[in-house]
């Protein structure tokens, strides 16, 4: 019986942070879901990050950080970044639930970019913020304008 209720604790508590993916918001220290979050570094560097919870997809938890790299370089009248830093920031744990443990992971990313006004001729890799905004809000069902 208790080995019964246990398995349906873990697949209660599952359920429950399914329905609670991490969505596209800014960070708040009251939210316990995560967001993003950004701040200014010099007027054309910007550090990004974005911190998700546990049912949220990793994939999803870098897209939102990239998501929001773009939509802030065209909040500051640019089109297009490069990420001059990306960081995974992931914390991992080990949870329990009556006499099982589960892992889980929190994906975090955090990333400095540099904005430009017009396409630079730079090594590496140049994001055009108004094509990188579309394809993942399109990508994204939620975030879907």
Not at 37 to 50: E, L, N, Y
Not at 60 to 67: E, F, V
Not at 92 to 100: C, E, F, H, P
Request: hydrophobic share 40%; aromatic share 10%.
């Amino acid at each position: 019986m208790t080995h019964k209720l246990a398995m349906m604790g873990l697949l209660a508590v599952a359920l429950f942070l399914a329905g609670c993916a991490t969505p596209y918001q800014p960070y708040s220290s009251s939210n316990m879901l995560g967001g993003y979050h950004d701040a200014k570094i010099q007027d054309d560097i910007f550090s990004v990050s974005f911190q998700g919870n546990a049912a949220i997809k990793p994939e999803a938890a870098a897209d939102y950080a990239l998501l929001r790299a773009a939509e802030l370089t065209l909040e500051q009248g640019c089109k297009y970044f490069a990420i001059i830093s990306n960081k995974d920031a992931s914390n991992r744990g080990i949870g329990v639930a009556g006499d099982y443990l589960y892992t889980y992971t929190m994906p975090s990313t955090n990333m400095m970019i540099k904005l430009f006004k017009t396409k630079p001729q730079i090594a590496g890799t140049v994001f055009d913020a108004a094509q990188v905004s579309n394809n993942i809000r399109n990508k994204w069902e939620g975030l879907r304008k």
